[in-house]
């Protein structure tokens, strides 16, 4: 049974720092790309982040280009969201996934979801 179970959310001024983590298991975790995604009440659920099954490419939306950095650890079938210099405008709950087939930017791309880690950015 396939599970991914995301960690690190909460709530922090803004300008502060997360760093999400997402666990996976019962997949052979470096065949998958990895993305995460985030919604927020009301909104529609969307693309954040992106990184290749190899590690060697990263992808990310116009709103988390320079702030935010996805990376993997394959020993530890693990992904992370580094998400820096906060906006309460990033408040919403942020789900990682995996895509066997290449992930991308799109939901249709990916397997596997996690249920979400809740993030607050307060101003």
């Known amino acids: 049974q396939v599970q991914l179970v995301e960690s690190g959310g909460g709530l922090v001024q803004a300008g502060g720092s997360l760093r999400l983590s997402c666990a996976a298991s019962g997949l052979t975790f470096n065949l998958y790309a990895m993305g995460w995604f985030r919604q927020d009440p009301g909104k529609e659920r969307e693309f954040v982040a992106h990184i290749n099954w190899s590690g060697t490419f990263q992808m990310y939306s116009d709103s988390a280009k320079g702030r935010f950095t996805i990376r993997r650890d394959d020993a530890k079938n693990t992904v992370y969201l580094q998400m820096n210099s906060l906006k309460p405008e990033d408040t919403a709950v942020y789900y990682c996934?995996?895509?066997?087939?290449?992930?991308?930017?799109?939901?249709?791309?990916?397997?596997?979801w996690g249920q979400g880690t809740q993030v607050t950015v307060s101003s």
């Open positions: 996934a995996a895509g066997l087939r290449g992930g991308g930017r799109e939901q249709t791309s990916y397997n596997y």
